[in-house]
Each structure stands twice: as structure tokens, then as C-alpha cells.
């Protein structure tokens, strides 16, 4: 900031600083070309702050968190962008409904563009956030004091997939209608009250007016506002946890060493220090450790500016090639043969080819709750912050293990079925 | 407030009998309303299929007959004077069942049955439903899709 010279108080001079002003009372901070500068534009902009003003170096490694986080992020903003505008011309009504995917077609100005930008969004999203929970576990990132938030984001993987699949019914297609018909039975195959969460989600018996309304409002409601109060705790976690996961030694002194720091139990804590020195464990680390951070001004600012524009230019790129799908629209008498549901569920259709229980709800089950239960079953600390550390050879050898086996699934179910889902050779 | 001057058990343990008492109260409400959310979102009237539909007099199905009836998702089997109507929605996951002279069969994940509804392949885990069949004063045979009776269950005209 510049020292405050002589304002002019008389209406001419006021009007001649007018734009100044109005720009200086928004933007308190010119941009910055000093060190202090860029604290103080990360520290006071309502937006920056999101970020501390310093980061650790680690956490900009492109190499070590390779984007996907800020690159998941990216898609549900593209999504909720793109979602609210097209909003403006759907009807949720079984009669309406696929009329109006056809006026996107003919009669909405960038319609086709918008629907193929939502579509394939939303298959990015969902392989994005799932690339982005096998970076956090092939690094160790979810161990102590990381558990509760690699909890968050399993629940927010979850919530992607029931967001995705919600959406799957909007377009009142064959694909849509018997995509959702298959999973809400698979629901019906939960124990004890299968058959009561299968009716509340359809409103009725069978998938209708009622199904569409529901999936509609918690597609376009329920579904983002959960999410958004999610990241929003997924973020302030990160901070809290003490940034993203880094390796043991990324602190060590300069000779190599360990670093020592005698700890004050918090009740014999004496001596004055400012509040950002408690911020992190009871003592204060300022000239204590080596500094191996950076300011988030430009450095974290700038690379998530790249992910963000790297991310959406390939979103468009694809959204401009291809264009999302239409099936026929939905013809309750006769299924599609063989009837698909979207890709990201094919791996659990094949799985439920061989028995509904085991396939629908048994083995995911079993999956989701060992994913959020590993923070409290895999207590060793070592071979945090480095990627397939040998320290953590077994676990991430059944990470590894457990993905190609659903990628495996997948690429049978999409490939290898033909109509009754008997065994074809696609080539 | 006025300082606290002598440390009262009772006052201390009243208080937290108080607290206690407010945490449960507002625990309670919260349930309350959750449960009141779960009951508002299970529909009363659903505007769906009828479960009871006529589907035509016995003169409409000849001896022989084996024929789906698409929009009820049934099949109609009659063999001489025993008529039976079996369901078209596929035991595994709900999907449509195609009619053949055989049997059954399902287009989504490939599960078979034969021709009285038994499961002969595929994932499939029970046979299919039959229906009560019964005779309505105008002369038409009567469906009731609530009333599901033993594999078998013939009615008679």
C-alpha cells in the first residue's frame, strides 16, 4: 500500500478519482511485487484466502499430487455451470421430458454443446475423483491426522456416483429408463429394508412420473448442496490437517539430520507467541525449522490456474467432438438388448450377472466399508508422501489389485456382452 | 452472574441433570423431524399400474394360448380349461421378460426360465410370480397382482 497522500475532498477532484476509488475500496492490495505484497493479496482477497500464505513446496510438486484434486473440483464447477443453464429448459415430466432433450437439439442456442459439455463432465468427474482417491492411497495420504478426511472423500466419491446416477434418468431414454429400472432393483436386494429404500427412491413401484421428479430434485438440489458443504469441509481440512501429506524427511535440516524439536505439553506452555504459532502442535515454529515453503501468490495460485484451464480445455475439446447420446425415447414394454448402464456401473452389472446380492450389494458393500475403514486398519506411519513406497507394499498392492479387478469388470461388461448378456467377441 | 462462592454439589449436579435433560430434548426433536422426513417422502397414493385390471373373457385366450400382454407385464398360459398368468418382470433386477414357446427369457443380464416360470439359467434367484386369476361379474377374467399364488395355481373355466 502507498503511503495515503492528499485526497482532494472537492467534487471535482472526487469525481476525477472516482474509478480509482471504487477499484482501490475492492482490490485493497495493488498486485504484488513484494514478498509482503503477496501475503497480504492471498491473506485479503475473500477468494485467496481459501489458501495460506504460504504453502510447503512439497504440495506443488506436479508429479506428486498430478492436479487430480483441483481437477475433480474443476469438473463439479463445470457441472454446476453448465447444470443451472440447462435448467433453464428441462421439464422434469415423463411426457416432456425427452421433447425437450430433442429441443436442445433444434431449438437452443449452444444446446447440443452444453448437454455433451454436462455429459462428459460428468464421466470426468467420476474417473477424476476416483484417480484422485487412488493418488491419496497410493501415498499414504490418508493416515493420521489425515482419517476423518479421507472418510469426507470416500462419501464424496459415493455422492458423485449417486449424483451421476440421478442424472442417468433425466433424459426419459431407453438407456435412461432401464439403467435406472436395473439399479434401483439392485437397492431392493439391501437386507431387511431393501424394498422399502427401492420405494422411497422410485415414489412408487415401478420407475415413473414419480422416479423422475425425485431423482430430479435430488440430482439438481440435494445431491450439489451436499457435495458443496463436503469440499467445503474437505478443504478446511486440508489446513487443519497441516496441508497435504509430505514425506518425513521433507523437514530435515540441511545437514541431513532430523529434526529435533523438544514439545511443551499444552498445560506447561509459557512464553508469548503470536497466534500462527499455535496453529500447528504446541510450539512455535518460526526460526525452528527449515523453511521449505513457498507463497501460495503465484506459485499454488498459478499451477491451479493451469489445471483449471488445461482441465476445461480438454472438457471443450471433447464436448465439441462427440456428442452425448440419445437413445429411443422410453418404451416401457421392451428393453434394450442388452440393456447398459453407464460405463462406471458396468463392472457391477457384471458382477451382479452372476448373483444380484453379491454383485449389487455384498462386494461394493464390503469395498466401501474396507476404504473407510483403512485410516483405523493401517496404523504404520511410515511411507506417507512418497508414491508406492515400499514400506507400503501390501496396501497398495491391493488398491492396485482391487481397481484392475473393477476396471477388468468393466471393460467385460462394455466389451465382451451381447444381447442377454451372453458372451460376445467384439473383434 | 455472581461468582460462584461455595463449590454446591447439588446446584453442580443440577445443572447437569438440566443439561442433559436440553441435549435429550433437542436430540429428540431432531430425530423426530428426521423420521417426519423419511414418512413425508413415502408416497400414500401412488399413481402407477392398477394392481387389479381385467384383461379380457376367458373366449379371448383358446386352449394353446401362450401370449404376453405387454403393457401389464404379464404372460397368459391357458392349456385346455386351465388358465394361469404369469408375471413378465424379471426376478433378478426388474427387466421385461421375452415370451417364447419355451420358456423365458431376460435381455439384461441373461436369466432364463421355462415355461411354467421355473429358473433354468442365468442370475436369476427365484421363479416367476404367478397371479390369482378370477372371474368378475361382467364375465371378464379379473388380475390382482397383490395376490400371488403357488407355482401351479390354475384357474379353471
Same mark, same amino acid.
Given at each position: =500500500?502507498?503511503?495515503?497522500?492528499?485526497?482532494?475532498?472537492?467534487?471535482?477532484?472526487?469525481?476525477?478519482?472516482? +474509478?480509482?476509488?471504487?477499484?482501490?475500496?475492492?482490490?485493497?492490495?495493488?498486485?504484488?511485487?513484494?514478498?509482503?505484497?503477496?501475503?497480504?493479496?492471498?491473506?485479503?482477497?475473500?477468494?485467496?484466502?481459501?489458501?495460506?500464505?504460504?504453502? !510447503?513446496?512439497?504440495?506443488?510438486?506436479?508429479?506428486?499430487?498430478?492436479?487430480?484434486?483441483?481437477?475433480?473440483?474443476?469438473?463439479?464447477?463445470?457441472?454446476?455451470?453448465?447444470?443451472?443453464?440447462?435448467? /433453464?429448459?428441462?421439464?422434469?415430466?415423463?411426457?416432456?421430458?425427452?421433447?425437450?432433450?430433442?429441443?436442445?437439439?433444434?431449438?437452443?442456442?449452444?444446446?447440443?454443446?452444453?448437454?455433451?459439455?454436462?455429459?462428459?463432465?460428468?464421466?470426468? =468427474?467420476?474417473?477424476?475423483?476416483?484417480? !484422485? =482417491?487412488?493418488?491419496?492411497?497410493?501415498?499414504?495420504?490418508?493416515?493420521?491426522?489425515?482419517?476423518?478426511?479421507?472418510?469426507?472423500?470416500?462419501?464424496?466419491?459415493?455422492?458423485?456416483?449417486?449424483?451421476?446416477?440421478?442424472?442417468?434418468?433425466?433424459?426419459?431414454?431407453?438407456? @435412461? /429408463?432401464?439403467?435406472?429400472?436395473?439399479?434401483?432393483?439392485?437397492?431392493?436386494?439391501?437386507?431387511?429394508?431393501?424394498?422399502?429404500?427401492?420405494?422411497?427412491?422410485?415414489?412408487?413401484?415401478?420407475?415413473?412420473?414419480?422416479?423422475?421428479?425425485?431423482?430430479?430434485?435430488?440430482?439438481?438440489?440435494?445431491?450439489?448442496?451436499?457435495?458443496?458443504?463436503?469440499?467445503?469441509? !474437505?478443504?478446511?481440512?486440508?489446513?487443519?490437517?497441516?496441508?497435504?501429506?509430505?514425506?518425513?524427511?521433507?523437514?530435515?535440516?540441511?545437514?541431513?539430520?532430523?529434526?529435533?524439536?523438544?514439545?511443551?505439553?499444552?498445560?506447561?506452555?509459557?512464553?508469548? /507467541?503470536?497466534? =500462527?504459532? *499455535?496453529?500447528?502442535?504446541?510450539?512455535?515454529?518460526?526460526?525452528?525449522?527449515?523453511?521449505?515453503?513457498?507463497? @501460495?501468490?503465484?506459485?499454488?495460485?498459478?499451477?491451479?490456474?493451469?489445471? *483449471?484451464?488445461?482441465?476445461?480445455?480438454?472438457?471443450?475439446?471433447?464436448? %465439441?467432438?462427440?456428442?452425448?447420446?440419445?437413445?429411443?425415447?422410453?418404451?416401457?414394454? !421392451?428393453?434394450?438388448? +442388452?440393456?447398459?448402464?453407464?460405463?462406471?456401473?458396468?463392472? %457391477?452389472?457384471?458382477?451382479?450377472?452372476?448373483?444380484?446380492?453379491?454383485?449389487?450389494?455384498?462386494?461394493?458393500?464390503?469395498?466401501?466399508?474396507?476404504?473407510?475403514?483403512?485410516? /483405523?486398519?493401517?496404523?504404520?506411519?511410515?511411507?506417507?508422501?512418497?508414491?508406492?513406497?515400499?514400506?507400503?507394499?501390501?496396501?497398495?498392492?491391493? *488398491?492396485?489389485?482391487?481397481?484392475?479387478?473393477?476396471?477388468?469388470?468393466?471393460?467385460?461388461?462394455?466389451?465382451?456382452?451381447?444381447?442377454?448378456?451372453? *458372451?460376445?467377441?467384439?473383434? | 452472574?455472581?461468582?460462584?462462592?461455595?463449590?454446591?454439589?447439588?446446584?453442580?449436579?443440577?445443572?447437569?441433570?438440566?443439561?442433559?435433560?436440553?441435549?435429550?430434548?433437542?436430540?429428540?426433536?431432531?430425530?423426530?423431524?428426521?423420521?417426519?422426513?423419511?414418512?413425508?417422502?413415502?408416497?400414500?397414493?401412488?399413481?402407477?399400474?392398477?394392481?387389479?385390471?381385467?384383461?379380457?373373457? #376367458?373366449?379371448?385366450? #383358446?386352449?394353446?394360448?401362450?401370449?404376453?400382454?405387454?403393457?401389464?407385464?404379464?404372460?397368459?398360459?391357458?392349456?385346455?380349461?386351465?388358465?394361469?398368468?404369469?408375471?413378465?418382470?424379471?426376478?433378478?433386477?426388474?427387466?421385461?421378460?421375452?415370451?417364447?414357446?419355451?420358456?423365458?427369457?431376460?435381455?439384461?443380464?441373461?436369466?432364463?426360465?421355462?415355461?411354467?416360470?421355473?429358473?433354468?439359467?442365468?442370475?436369476?434367484?427365484?421363479?416367476?410370480?404367478?397371479?390369482?386369476?378370477?372371474?368378475?361379474?361382467?364375465?371378464?377374467?379379473?388380475?390382482?397382482?397383490?395376490? #400371488?399364488?403357488?407355482?401351479?395355481?390354475?384357474?379353471?373355466?
Amino acid at each position: =500500500m502507498s503511503a495515503p497522500t492528499e485526497e482532494k475532498t472537492g467534487i471535482v477532484g472526487a469525481l476525477a478519482a472516482f +474509478p480509482r476509488n471504487v477499484w482501490d475500496s475492492i482490490f485493497r492490495n495493488p498486485l504484488p511485487d513484494s514478498d509482503l505484497g503477496a501475503s497480504r493479496t492471498s491473506f485479503t482477497n475473500f477468494f485467496l484466502h481459501i489458501h495460506p500464505v504460504k504453502v !510447503h513446496k512439497n504440495s506443488i510438486r506436479p508429479l506428486y499430487t498430478l492436479g487430480l484434486g483441483v481437477m475433480s473440483f474443476v469438473t463439479f464447477v463445470v457441472l454446476t455451470v453448465t447444470g443451472v443453464l440447462l435448467m /433453464f429448459y428441462y421439464v422434469p415430466s415423463t411426457t416432456q421430458a425427452y421433447d425437450r432433450m430433442l429441443d436442445l437439439r433444434g431449438s437452443v442456442a449452444f444446446g447440443t454443446f452444453l448437454r455433451n459439455l454436462h455429459r462428459w463432465s460428468a464421466h470426468a =468427474m467420476v474417473a477424476i475423483v476416483f484417480l !484422485h =482417491m487412488g493418488r491419496v492411497f497410493l501415498t499414504g495420504s490418508y493416515k493420521r491426522p489425515r482419517e476423518f478426511n479421507w472418510i469426507i472423500g470416500c462419501i464424496l466419491f459415493l455422492l458423485t456416483l449417486f449424483a451421476s446416477f440421478t442424472g442417468y434418468l433425466l433424459p426419459w431414454d431407453q438407456l @435412461a /429408463f432401464w439403467a435406472i429400472t436395473v439399479g434401483t432393483s439392485i437397492a431392493a436386494y439391501a437386507p431387511l429394508i431393501g424394498k422399502k429404500i427401492q420405494f422411497l427412491l422410485l415414489g412408487d413401484q415401478a420407475v415413473g412420473q414419480e422416479a423422475l421428479l425425485r431423482f430430479y430434485v435430488l440430482h439438481v438440489v440435494v445431491l450439489p448442496m451436499l457435495i458443496t458443504l463436503l469440499v467445503a469441509i !474437505h478443504f478446511w481440512r486440508i489446513r487443519k490437517d497441516g496441508g497435504l501429506s509430505r514425506p518425513a524427511d521433507a523437514d530435515n535440516m540441511p545437514d541431513g539430520k532430523q529434526l529435533r524439536v523438544e514439545i511443551v505439553p499444552n498445560s506447561q506452555k509459557s512464553g508469548t /507467541f503470536g497466534l =500462527m504459532g *499455535f496453529v500447528r502442535g504446541p510450539f512455535t515454529k518460526v526460526g525452528n525449522v527449515p523453511d521449505n515453503t513457498v507463497y @501460495a501468490w503465484p506459485n499454488l495460485f498459478v499451477a491451479e490456474l493451469f489445471v *483449471f484451464v488445461v482441465t476445461v480445455a480438454a472438457l471443450l475439446v471433447v464436448s %465439441l467432438l462427440f456428442n452425448a447420446p440419445l437413445e429411443e425415447p422410453v418404451n416401457v414394454l !421392451h428393453p434394450p438388448n +442388452p440393456a447398459k448402464a453407464p460405463w462406471y456401473f458396468l463392472g %457391477l452389472q457384471e458382477l451382479v450377472s452372476y448373483s444380484a446380492f453379491w454383485g449389487g450389494v455384498g462386494v461394493p458393500g464390503i469395498e466401501v466399508l474396507l476404504l473407510m475403514l483403512v485410516p /483405523f486398519l493401517d496404523r504404520k506411519v511410515s511411507g506417507v508422501g512418497k508414491w508406492f513406497a515400499k514400506e507400503r507394499f501390501l496396501a497398495n498392492t491391493l *488398491f492396485v489389485t482391487f481397481a484392475l479387478l473393477n476396471v477388468i469388470f468393466i471393460i467385460v461388461g462394455t466389451f465382451f456382452r451381447g444381447p442377454n448378456w451372453a *458372451f460376445v467377441s467384439p473383434f | 452472574m455472581s461468582e460462584k462462592t461455595t463449590p454446591s454439589n447439588s446446584g453442580d449436579s443440577r445443572r447437569s441433570i438440566l443439561t442433559w435433560f436440553s441435549a435429550a430434548a433437542l436430540a429428540g426433536s431432531a430425530a423426530i423431524s428426521a423420521l417426519a422426513n423419511f414418512i413425508f417422502m413415502k408416497p400414500r397414493a401412488t399413481y402407477g399400474q392398477p394392481s387389479r385390471y381385467s384383461i379380457g373373457r #376367458p373366449d379371448d385366450f #383358446p386352449s394353446g394360448t401362450r401370449v404376453s400382454i405387454d403393457q401389464r407385464r404379464v404372460c397368459v398360459v391357458r392349456e385346455g380349461p386351465k388358465l394361469a398368468v404369469i408375471s413378465t418382470i424379471c426376478t433378478h433386477l426388474g427387466c421385461t421378460v421375452g415370451v417364447s414357446d419355451t420358456g423365458f427369457a431376460c435381455p439384461c443380464h441373461g436369466s432364463r426360465y421355462d415355461q411354467d416360470g421355473n429358473v433354468v439359467g442365468g442370475p436369476a434367484p427365484k421363479s416367476l410370480t404367478w397371479y390369482q386369476v378370477s372371474l368378475a361379474p361382467n364375465g371378464e377374467l379379473e388380475v390382482d397382482t397383490n395376490a #400371488p399364488v403357488d407355482q401351479g395355481t390354475y384357474y379353471t373355466i
